[in-house]
């Protein structure tokens, strides 16, 4: 079972560098488009990164708490999602590929929360690809165009490169989250004390 964040926020991370954390240009990274940036405006002052697997089950307790955030704090937040699949989770690097390739038709998000929310669905499954097509359907997206991306060495390169970033930053659990390039050191699954966070950012 992949570890989560407990406690309370760490005040005394170092600053990790903004080309690790966000990509160069948000909008097209490892020949992704708008895989992993929802952005706010240019004159937000907060950055959220978060560096998440889909199967870990940490990661889908604090999906709604981001969605949360973003709708409380709209247009004030910069929100980055890295992907970091750990290897003890079977079909967390296809589930990765597979919101990527939905951000290849514009459908990042919504196959985001897609996986998240049906997570238990697929999370055991031997052909979990074939789910992953069936969302692909539900969004509209183009199930031709999905299949063929999915298995893209764009996708797949886009994965690592987040994935290779994580390594660099030495992380070893999800979620992992940055807020203005400094970790987060801990967390304890709570709505009101992440939101105190943003808040004093702000």
Avoid at 40 to 53: H, I, P, R
Wanted: aromatic share 10%; proline share 4%.
């Amino acid at each position: 079972m992949s570890k989560g964040n407990t406690g309370l926020p760490s005040t005394t991370s170092t600053p990790v560098s903004s080309s690790i954390l966000v990509p160069k240009n948000a909008n097209e990274t490892g020949g992704v488009k708008n895989g992993n940036y929802l952005p706010a405006t240019s004159s937000a002052k907060v950055t959220l990164v978060e560096f998440g697997d889909y199967e870990c089950p940490a990661c889908g307790e604090y999906n709604p708490i981001i969605k949360q955030l973003l709708a409380d704090f709209s247009g004030k937040i910069n929100f980055v999602f890295r992907n970091f699949p750990l290897t003890q989770h079977a079909n967390a690097f296809i589930s990765s590929q597979a919101a990527e390739a939905a951000g290849l038709q514009g459908k990042f998000w919504q196959m985001h929360d897609k996986l998240y929310e049906s997570v238990n669905d697929w999370s055991a499954s031997s052909d979990a690809k074939s789910i992953f097509i069936g969302y692909a359907q539900a969004l509209g997206l183009d199930v031709n165009k999905f299949k063929t991306d999915i298995d893209s060495s764009a996708v797949k390169n886009k994965i690592q490169n987040d994935t290779n970033n994580g390594n660099l930053i030495n992380l070893s659990e999800t979620p992992t989250f940055y807020l203005n390039g400094v970790k987060i050191g801990s967390l304890t699954g709570n709505y009101a004390d992440f939101k105190k966070i943003i808040s004093g950012q702000l």
